[in-house]
């Protein structure tokens, strides 16, 4: 069984209704649960929700992210900064704090992260810094949870093409070309890192960050 949420400010209808479409090819069930990840109310609701529709709770999956491109940090929107640390770091504490009484040995949570935490971006002042939290917070996370035999795990892909990427950039035919690949990747090829964490394959990872991002390499 699969629950999953995430907030409508940044995936529209129709990337919705094929979502769920692709999961019922897979035999599989889908909750759909409209909300703004950003309040601290919606987020124990929606797990909540989740049990009570599944009966259980297996792996959180925290995978919503937003970005605000900044040229000069004298042009840097704070309202903006907050709202990107509020979707991308903030929001992963308000699932994780209700969701952990769910969960139980063998179970586990996965991050998303992204290659900006571990080189920065020029463009991205505040996104680098956010996804820069979520892997100091999932190495953290997963000492905490390590005697309750509770895996954490995060994925920082580098470019990927998603609706984030063509809704955030007017120009991008040069997107991707920094990887050694010199091409971006597509979410199919970041999926499988998903996969491994959330298996049984993976159950001597913790800690840890998978990075599908073309051979960028990461220090």
Same mark, same amino acid.
């Given at each position: 069984?699969?629950?999953? %949420?995430?907030?409508? /400010? ?17 035999? !599989? ?16 609701? =929606?797990? !909540? ?11 959180? &999956?925290?995978? =919503? ?24 770091? /903030? ?62 795990? =995060? ?5 990927? %093409? ?20 010199? !091409? ?10 998903? &996969? ?24």
């Amino acid at each position: 069984m699969l629950g999953f %949420w995430y907030s409508y /400010f940044i995936i529209d209808e129709l990337i919705t209704k094929l979502f769920v479409e692709l999961v019922k090819k897979e035999g !599989r069930e889908c909750l759909l649960i409209k909300g703004d990840i950003r309040s601290r109310k919606f987020c124990p609701e =929606a797990v !909540r929700k989740t049990v009570k529709h599944f009966g259980k709770l297996n792996i959180l &999956v925290n995978h =919503a992210g937003e970005q605000h491109p900044t040229e000069k940090i004298e042009k840097l929107d704070l309202d903006l900064m907050e709202k990107t640390y509020q979707t991308n770091i /903030f929001a992963m504490y308000y699932f994780v704090k209700p969701a952990i009484k769910y969960l139980s040995e063998g179970d586990c949570i996965i991050n998303t992260s992204n290659v900006t935490a571990y080189y920065g971006s020029e463009h991205f002042l505040d996104y680098s810094g956010t996804n820069g939290a979520i892997t100091a917070f999932t190495r953290a996370l997963a000492r905490n949870l390590v005697e309750r035999k509770i895996r954490v795990n =995060a994925v920082a892909p580098g470019t990927i %093409w998603t609706p984030l990427i063509v809704s955030t950039f007017a120009k991008n035919e040069d997107f991707g070309k920094q990887s050694l690949m010199k !091409r971006a990747g597509q979410p199919c090829e970041v999926a499988p890192s998903y &996969v491994f964490l959330a298996s049984e394959d993976g159950s001597y990872t913790t800690g840890q960050t998978m990075h599908p991002n073309g051979g960028q390499h990461m220090y």
